[in-house]
Nanobody
Framework: QVQFVESGGGLVQPGGSLRLSCAAS????????MGWYRQAPGKQRELVAT???????NYADSVKGRFTISRNDAKKTVYLQMNSLNAEDTALYYC????????????WGQGTQVTVSS
């Protein structure tokens, strides 16, 4: 059974930083690209960043230069380092394996809430 456990969210002031973690289980983690997604209230879920099995990374324009995605295959964990946070980054953050630009391979986990507010 595939499972994702996201953690590391919280309340942070504008300009602050957070590091999210996603522990995966139930599939051969090293074989798959991994991505971080987010969903703000009233908006569709969007892809934030991806990292391939070969560690090639890609970012949404809105986070480029501020967020860094990385992975540790031995720990079956993907990370998202978020710097220079602003209110528009407030959302529920999820990880998953991207199937293509619009769909994912597995069911979603519970996500971790990031709130940027003064």
């Amino acid at each position: 059974q595939v499972q994702f456990v996201e953690s590391g969210g919280g309340l942070v002031q504008p300009g602050g930083s957070l590091r999210l973690s996603c522990a995966a289980s139930g599939f051969i983690f090293s074989f798959y690209a991994m991505g971080w997604y987010r969903q703000a209230p009233g908006k569709q879920r969007e892809l934030v960043a991806t990292v391939t099995s070969g560690r090639v990374t890609n970012y949404a324009d809105s986070v480029k230069g501020r967020f860094t995605i990385s992975r540790n295959d031995a720990k079956k964990t993907v990370y998202l380092q978020m710097n220079s946070l602003n209110a528009e980054d407030t959302a529920l953050y999820y990880c998953n394996s991207p199937r293509d630009a619009r769909t994912v391979v597995w069911d979603w986990g519970q996500g971790t809430q990031v709130t940027v507010s003064s």
